[in-house]
């Protein structure tokens, strides 16, 4: 496979993405608007270091939120820089922490073998709770009870702490289920896709070596989609940030749309609060758009309280007017 020299890869960026590919060290926010270029951004800057400044690719952690984010990724590095592309960590959270937590479970009780439980596998464990307590799960269904469960894991809360916080009938009977679930799940020596975060972090926090060893793994770390980060996530990034704070975080609080599922827009917010030092990046030309619809996107969003300013623009002229079409339902 032909690998691209390294002009070639600043050639085709305009001057906000080759900004921001450009930087090195210390924290960096990009502001993503809609299509305007950022698995360009993300893709390059990887080229990037490892080309110009010659970092290993498995000193990056590039973390995505889908599998075919990830798989996009991989495809477009290799084309840039041909095999050892492969080395880089580019993964989605919970694949990215299952492969560290292999190496660090036995410190929390689990052997490097243990299973990942599928969606149907995790309620079926918690009808099982239900049963050993005597519920009916009618009245509390399996799927609402692991919601419940998935949440708190979410935010870094374990059975106990749980427990402490109950103040409903229902509450109790979650933390009931949940200090069980984790047993039954401890006992067959598997994990859950939230396990996957909460173990690592745990792991990240009780031991100082275990710390040590991904802060100095992971010298660069890149996450896309960082308005939709959660606790968990969150805190996984500050823990393996270490000294250096080398976090490169793309998004956009434009397109924040999962708070329902945990995501905290305050995450991306408070990006310089949390990262002294940090500087931000906003990417504003879009290439999918014209600006008679970029002119209309601006003036909705403009109106949101929390965000982070932009101002699309379009290069591919001003299109049709934007129309409204009343059609039945």
């Not at 502001?31 to 080229?47: C, D, Q, W």
């Not at 933390?175 to 896709?193: C, G, H, K, M, P």
């Not at 393996?240 to 998004?251: I, K, R």
């Not at 949390?274 to 931000?280: K, L, N, V, Y």
Request: net charge negative; charged share 25%; proline share 4%.
């Amino acid at each position: 496979m032909s690998v691209a020299p390294h002009e070639d890869l600043l050639a085709d960026l305009n001057p906000a993405q080759r900004e921001a590919v450009l930087h090195v060290d210390g924290p960096l926010l990009v502001i993503a608007g809609a299509g305007s270029g950022k698995t360009r951004v993300l893709t390059h800057r990887v080229a990037h270091l490892i080309r110009a400044h010659g970092v290993r690719p498995n000193e990056i952690l590039a973390i995505t939120f889908t599998n075919k984010a990830a798989g996009e990724m991989r495809e477009r590095l290799e084309k840039m820089l041909g095999r050892q592309a492969r080395a880089a960590w580019i993964l989605t959270f919970h694949a990215a922490c299952g492969r560290m937590l292999r190496r660090d479970a036995e410190r929390l009780g689990y052997r490097s073998t243990f299973t990942i439980y599928d969606q149907a596998d995790q309620v079926r464990v918690v009808r099982a709770c239900l049963e050993d307590l005597g519920v009916d799960p009618k009245r509390f269904t399996p799927r609402g009870i692991h919601n419940q469960i998935s949440n708190a894991k979410n935010q870094l809360i374990g059975p106990d702490e749980y427990m402490s916080r109950v103040a409903s009938f229902y509450d109790k009977t979650v933390a009931e289920v949940y200090e069980r679930y984790q047993r039954r799940l401890i006992t067959s020596n598997a994990v859950d896709f939230d396990d996957m975060l909460m173990l690592t972090v745990e792991a990240l926090e009780r031991f100082p070596e275990v710390r040590a060893h991904w802060q100095h793994t992971f010298r660069y770390i890149l996450v896309d989609e960082y308005q939709d980060t959660n606790h968990a996530q969150y805190r996984l990034l500050q823990l393996l940030a270490g000294e250096e704070q080398n976090v490169f975080a793309v998004g956009d609080p434009d397109q924040s749309v999962y708070g329902f599922r945990g995501a905290d827009i305050n995450n991306i917010l408070d990006f310089e609060r949390d990262f002294p030092g940090a500087h931000s990046i906003a990417l504003e030309q879009n290439y999918r758009s014209t600006n008679a619809i970029l002119g209309s996107a601006n003036a909705v969003i403009e109106n949101n309280r929390d965000r982070k300013p932009k101002r699309l623009f379009s290069e591919l002229g001003q299109g049709e007017p934007v129309s409204v079409v009343e059609v039945e339902d």
